[in-house]
């Protein structure tokens, strides 16, 4: 990649203001070779060229890739009374390196001043590549942040356990890549480790990294970790990740240096599609539905009323497409109410018309928003039922915890029914049939949970009928000692028949 800045005077020198670091990526590069994705050794020196400084500068070579995002930064000082031409040229792996004449992979380039990129929106400038006729050669990303004077190294070592298994023959190749979090919400890249090649259990060799790299000096800054398996042919896949700080680093080995890694796959999920499990087939019900319906039918009856709160969780809302994990089915925020399990069904299948349903699979949300109604009423007249259906592992584990533990208290029962072919291991800490749910050292005051994969229930034979009596009869087997032990938890005596129904009324939330 070449950029210039204009020419160089030794008499008009002046000591920069600040130095500022430029990051590059890009994107939807023109593929080049016909059997891989640009030459094994892509996207080469992305050469970036100074003739202020009568020197060129190289990121390093990524392979097999069309998008990709450079770890290796650029520094430069910054004049502000000057305008500081550069000029970026992104070349595969062929390009003589030798002469600024570019051979058959030469990718494109692009024209602008440093001024420009730290003036952008964010210190972001996106710009078009050019200079290959006819062609459309991409996009280049340049982000622009001035240096703080933090002078700190860090040397750090990770390893972990028990990660996904993601190749067919083997088990992983894992490999860690570290981001810094921006004002605007985008992060940037700051280092990758090394890949630890056919383990789930891998121990990365220690590296060392200077502290502006990580956070610009700036300990409290959020740091991501995301976790992939390396791929061959540059389609890595990803594990999961999770989020930290250099202050949080810096406390070493101990027990607030370990992390779950979430799954966290910011997918976009399109339910028209029959691979889909909210695909909505005109001869039969989805698992969804199937769901829904054969634990609904049975718990209304308890419910005097017969109006179910409805929540969806995961989803891009309209008009702005702001994502919640928290919202009505119905879309009303004023009454999320539906009437009956047929307005849940209609309201769903409904919202699956008007959001576009996307990850995270965040539980806590919607189980504090139901447990914030449970403890308006305590004195034994109601009790709460929580059902969630989920295709996706749970990504708030830490927070679910800590609802779960807080709800425990409260007159509410959780049911979480898996559907799909997810693996949901995780799910069972949430049961606390064994070992009961803990969080910050505060154990569950009483086990509050039920979760059971719909899979486990489906007939052979292909009985939707069969199928959702079996599940309803397991999932709602609990209801009835776990209502009883919140009475005996608060001393509240049964109340004689004054009404048909001499029970509690049960409140499910959906």
Not at 28 to 41: E, Q
Not at 151 to 168: E, H, P, Y
Not at 399 to 411: C, D, I, R, Y
Request: proline share 6%; aromatic share 10%; hydrophobic share 35%.
């Amino acid at each position: 990649m070449m950029a210039s800045i204009g020419e160089f005077d030794p008499l008009n020198t002046r000591v920069p203001a600040t130095k500022i670091e430029v990051t590059v990526s890009c994107r939807s590069l023109l593929d080049v070779d016909t059997f891989s994705k640009s030459d094994p050794g892509m996207y080469e020196p992305f050469r970036f060229y100074s003739i202020y400084k009568k020197s060129m500068l190289l990121t390093e070579v990524i392979d097999n890739t069309r998008n990709p995002d450079f770890v290796r930064k650029f520094v430069l000082d910054f004049f502000f009374e000057e305008k500081q031409n550069l000029r970026f040229d992104v070349l595969g792996i062929n390009c003589l390196l030798s002469t600024l004449s570019p051979s058959k992979d030469f990718l494109g380039q692009t024209f602008c001043t440093l001024g420009e990129i730290i003036g952008s929106t964010g210190g972001r400038l996106e710009r078009t590549l050019s200079g290959i006729p006819g062609k459309k050669c991409g996009v280049i990303i340049l982000t622009a942040e001035e240096l703080s004077n933090c002078r700190d190294i860090a040397t750090m070592q990770l390893c972990a356990n028990k990660l996904d298994k993601k190749d067919f023959f083997g088990k992983s190749d894992p490999f860690l890549v570290f981001y810094r979090s921006n004002e605007d919400g985008t992060f940037t890249i700051c280092h990758k480790t090394e890949v630890i090649k056919n383990t789930l259990n891998p121990v990365w060799q220690p590296f060392t990294i200077p502290v502006r790299a990580l956070c610009n000096g700036d300990y409290d800054r959020t740091v991501k970790v995301d976790v992939y398996d390396w791929d061959r042919d540059g389609s890595h896949d990803f594990i999961g990740e999770f989020t930290t700080s250099y202050r949080e680093l810096s406390r070493g080995q101990n027990q607030f240096n370990v992390y779950e890694v979430r799954h966290g796959m910011e997918v976009a999920c399109n339910p028209s599609q029959p691979t889909s499990l909210h695909y909505m087939s005109p001869y039969q019900m989805n698992a969804y539905a199937m769901a829904l319906k054969a634990v609904g039918e049975i718990i209304q009856d308890y419910d005097s009323d017969k109006l179910f709160p409805a929540y969806g969780f995961g989803a891009k809302l309209p008009p702005d497409g702001k994502i919640s994990h928290a919202f009505p089915l119905n879309g009303d925020n004023d009454n999320p109410n539906c009437v009956g399990i047929e307005g849940v069904l209609e309201s769903y299948f409904q919202s699956l018309r008007a959001v576009q349903l996307y990850g995270p699979t965040n539980f806590a949300p919607v189980i504090n928003k139901v447990a914030n109604c449970a403890a308006e009423i305590t004195d034994g007249s109601q009790y709460f039922v929580l059902l969630m259906i989920t295709d996706g592992v749970i990504s708030d584990m830490v927070q679910t915890k800590e609802a779960v533990v807080n709800a425990a208290s409260l007159p509410l029962s959780i049911i979480i029914v898996g559907v799909g072919p997810a693996e949901f291991d995780a799910m069972e800490e949430l049961d606390g049939d064994e070992v009961r749910v803990s969080s910050r050292g505060r154990l569950a005051e009483r086990d509050i949970v039920q979760f059971v994969p719909f899979r486990d229930y489906i007939d052979r034979s292909g009985n939707q009928v069969l199928s959702m009596a079996r599940l309803a009869k397991d999932v709602l087997a609990e209801i009835p000692d776990q209502l009883l032990s919140f009475m005996k938890s608060r001393g509240i005596e049964p109340r004689p028949a004054l009404s048909s129904s001499p029970l509690p009324q049960l409140h499910r939330h959906i």
